[in-house]
């Protein structure tokens, strides 16, 4: 159920409701950073993937924990009035359904490659201790030799995206 009220007939589409209806001026603008990161980004899509799943989890958003970005961005695009063929993140294989199910235990299993592990731990970090994060040379060297800086610099504004996302329709009660 919403935290905040939602007219009865808009009770199936508590998000739209409330973008269309609320403040359009600020929700326009926090989906139009999500679609960005959905068409734009060039990380390959498990780690794309790692860190979304990830946040779903540490946000607590049930939508997004249910969210497959290879099938559902179409969907998802299509509700925010973009053409759904405008462009799906694509960029590798598509995950396997172990690997959403293991992502809270990412630090014991085998299924995630350097990069995702250093994607995972950006993904946590950035969300629970951002303040640690920024000063953790060690993490920076490690991460700095995995990725390059225009990466490390995507990466920062797709964790961003999906804490900011996640956690609006998760702390509203839209998700349930």
Known sequence: MPNISIPEQ?????????IENLRPELTGPLY??????????????REFEAVRARI???NGCQICQRFRSISDVPTYLEGLGEDPSLGVH????APEEEFYLGIGEWRDSAIYTPRERIAIEFA???????????????FWDNAKAHFSEGELYELTIVVACFVATGRYVHVLGFDE
């Open 10 to 18: 808009h009770a199936g589409n508590p998000i739209g409701y409330a």
């Open 32 to 45: 139009d950073l999500s679609r960005a990161v959905y068409q734009n980004a060039k990380l390959p899509l």
């Open 56 to 58: 779903a989890q540490i």
């Open 90 to 93: 694509t960029h590798g294989p």
């Open 124 to 138: 946590e970090r950035f969300s629970q201790g951002p303040d640690e994060l920024g000063y953790d040379s060690a």
